[in-house]
């Protein structure tokens, strides 16, 4: 057993032998930033002060050989050698945010939605205790060792009943997105492991907020709207979705009921591989990508919050967007291919 210890805070979190850091951190509930869990996307790197640890497979675009001579570590595959491991992180009033993640938990598949061409909707209820997450978060799905565990991000708002909804992309070469979308059905049983990630919204948020989503990134930009929106948030909520057709585009009737529901609420479509059309009766819609379009459709975001998620080309380039706008504060969920199988934080499979 290795204590992990937190600077500047002081607080020592157990890690029982076997154990990433990163493991050890969530099973107390706190919210080291993290995407793959695979050692490929960098984003739960963190300074190691003190003591030593096995730092595993990482890839050098991760972690590069510099940071890592510098002392840094990638928390989802560092496993402590010594008995205490001392790492930046953090405030000196840093306090546990996160549901410690359950592993295993039996959910049913209730319904299965054909949403676009490419992206089926999965319906999940827990045949257990429900799973509590924060909107934003993810959960693992998959079959080891024939389909690998990937991560999902949750469609909607935590639900009394635990229901979870996924969007799951047919990718190319995913084994688990392809296993998803052609093999699991309804009545079908999954183990659901989670939850994780900390691309969650601080409840405390006072401003205008600005939610982009490309592709798949619309799951986890509909969970924090929902949830948002429900608990009665009253600042002006905009969301931008990149879609390649209108065909692309869902789910519709959700978008609607919210833009009824909520008058502070509005959505915006931008298409990149269709021709402008004068009938196009889509929410208000928009020709062209995104990051470019965001000048004349937000000209100025010195007062939002801004949340993003898409493929990491796609948020990288709309991070700079926004920042080239002033945009007060930025949360980004990018996807990260996982060693060969796509997969994202929000449905890539």
């Known amino acids: ?33 993290n995407n793959c869990r695979a050692g490929t996307c960098g984003e739960c790197k963190v300074k190691v002060r003190s003591g030593t640890f096995d730092q595993g497979f990482v ?7 510099e940071e890592r001579q510098q002392g840094y570590g990638a928390m989802c595959m560092a ?3 010594s008995d205490c491991l001392e790492i930046e992180w953090g405030t000196a009033d840093a306090k546990p945010t996160l549901f410690p993640p359950r592993e295993q938990v039996p959910h049913i598949v209730v319904e299965r ?7 089926v909707e999965l319906r999940l209820r827990p045949l257990d205790e429900p799973i509590r997450f924060w909107p934003g978060q993810h959960m693992q799905l998959g079959n080891d060792p024939l389909y690998p565990l990937r991560n999902y991000s949750m469609a909607n708002a935590p639900r009394p009943d635990g229901e979870l909804i996924f969007y799951v992309t047919q990718e190319p070469f995913g084994q688990t997105s392809g296993w998803l979308t052609s093999s699991v059905g309804v009545g079908d049983v999954l183990m659901v492991n989670g939850p994780y990630g900390s691309f969650i919204g601080d ?15 619309l ?9 948002a929106l429900r608990r009665g948030f009253s600042h002006p909520v905009k969301l931008l979705f990149s879609a390649r057709t209108p065909a692309d585009v869902y789910p519709v009737g959700q978008l609607e009921f919210l833009t009824h529901r909520y008058p502070n609420f509005t959505v ?28 004349s459709i937000t000209p100025s975001l010195g007062e939002a919050t801004v949340f993003v998620a898409g493929s990491d080309a796609f948020v990288a380039d709309c ?16 996807f990260t291919d996982q060693q060969g199988d796509l997969s994202s934080l929000s449905i890539l499979g």
């Open 79 to 81: 496993k402590p050698l």
């Open 59 to 65: 890839l050098d675009m991760a972690l590069s050989q």
């Open 113 to 119: 939605l054909e949403r676009t061409p490419s992206i």
């Open 268 to 295: 915006e479509i931008t298409f990149t591989r269709h021709p402008h059309d004068a009938n196009c009766t889509t929410n208000v819609h928009h020709h062209g990508r995104l990051p470019g379009l965001l000048p």
């Open 219 to 227: 799951a986890p930009i509909m969970s924090l709207t929902e949830a």
């Open 1 to 33: 057993m290795s204590v992990i210890k937190l600077y500047p805070s002081g607080n020592e979190i157990p890690c029982p032998d076997g154990m990433t850091v990163l493991a050890a951190l969530e099973a107390e509930g706190w919210a080291l930033p």
């Open 203 to 217: 409840p405390a948020i006072a401003t205008p907020v600005v939610l982009i989503a490309g592709g798949s990134g």
């Open 319 to 334: 991070t700079r967007a926004v920042q080239a706008l002033g945009a007060a504060e930025i949360y980004t969920e990018p």
